[in-house]
């Protein structure tokens, strides 16, 4: 009988910060991207029937751009008003433009180009984050990125970032969510962005958004499939951390909580099933 994490029941339970904590299983990575990707189409034709612009983060990894790439087949994408919707990214690696390693350059080729050439999303409304090809290090990348947010964030807001209706991110096997990675000194980092060196996943150099800015998003859904997910799922999931950035040292995707909700989006092996 194994002693690990036991399976994570799909259940409503109350937020262990400021919203409400939802945790959906599907049976396996397929139709986690699949429900993912509807999720998110509907979720941002919800907010576009009350509120414009809407603002959506999204991830790097092989669940996040493939949850793109389902919504790029997706009958509801050309529901959407994309004039009014601009997309940011959680994270980047600090790679050339056009870099296939880039999570922009995964995410053009998955959905976006085809947003920009067939549905109306404006170019300048993809907000990508500044690589070597711009600027000179990560530190110089995570500052012009807190400046492009500041200019879309409500007055006096700390930090200075839109009010984001979906921040999409993936989880690591070791539980770091965008390039928050566990014991690294990007937990800590304050403001909107950081500069990451020496991320245990290559490349060694990325930008971030920082927890706070993180925190800022109305909702934060995490996409996470594959048995390796699957004690950090849980370790995250059993963490109550109340907003303290230091309760999530360990298990980074634990501090990845939205103001108004927060959603666990797993396959079955991710949930210990
Ligand atoms: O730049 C990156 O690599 C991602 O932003 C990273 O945070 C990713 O989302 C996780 O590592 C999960 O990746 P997988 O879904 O491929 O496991």
Redesign the pocket.
């Given at each position: 009988m194994s002693d690990g994490p036991g399976p994570i029941a799909g259940s409503v339970r109350p937020g262990v910060a400021a919203g409400a904590r939802l945790v959906v299983v599907h049976p396996d990575a397929g139709v986690l991207a699949e429900a993912a990707a509807a999720r998110l189409l509907t979720r941002i034709l919800d907010v576009q029937s009350v509120r414009s612009p809407v603002h959506v983060v999204l991830?790097?990894?092989?669940?996040?751009i493939r949850t793109l790439a389902r919504a790029a087949v997706s009958p509801l994408v050309t529901a959407v008003d994309w004039s009014g919707v601009h997309l940011w990214w959680?994270?980047?690696?600090f790679l050339p433009d056009g870099d296939p390693d880039r999570?922009e350059t995964q995410a053009r080729e998955a959905l976006l180009d085809a947003l920009v050439a067939e549905q109306g999303l404006p170019v300048e409304n993809v907000h990508a984050m500044p690589g070597p090809s711009a600027v000179g290090s990560p530190e110089e990348g995570a500052a012009a990125y807190a400046a492009e947010l500041a200019r879309f964030a409500g007055d006096g807001v700390a930090p200075a970032v839109p009010a984001f209706d979906v921040l999409l991110?993936?989880?690591?096997?070791d539980g770091?969510?965008?390039?928050l990675f566990p014991g690294h000194e990007g937990l800590g980092a304050t403001g909107a962005t950081a500069g990451v060196h020496h991320s245990p996943?290559p490349p060694p150099e990325?930008v971030s958004l920082t927890f706070e800015a993180i925190r800022a998003a109305r909702e934060v859904w995490i996409v996470?499939?594959?048995a390796e997910?699957a004690a950090q799922a849980a370790a995250a999931l059993g963490t109550a951390t109340n907003g303290v950035p230091g309760a999530v040292t360990d298990v980074p995707a634990a501090g990845a909580v939205g103001r108004s909700r927060t959603l666990w989006l797993l396959d079955a092996a991710a949930a210990g099933r």
């Open positions: 991830t790097g990894g092989t669940v996040g959680g994270d980047e690696r999570n991110l993936g989880m690591g096997p770091h969510v965008a390039s996943k990325r996470a499939a594959g997910k």
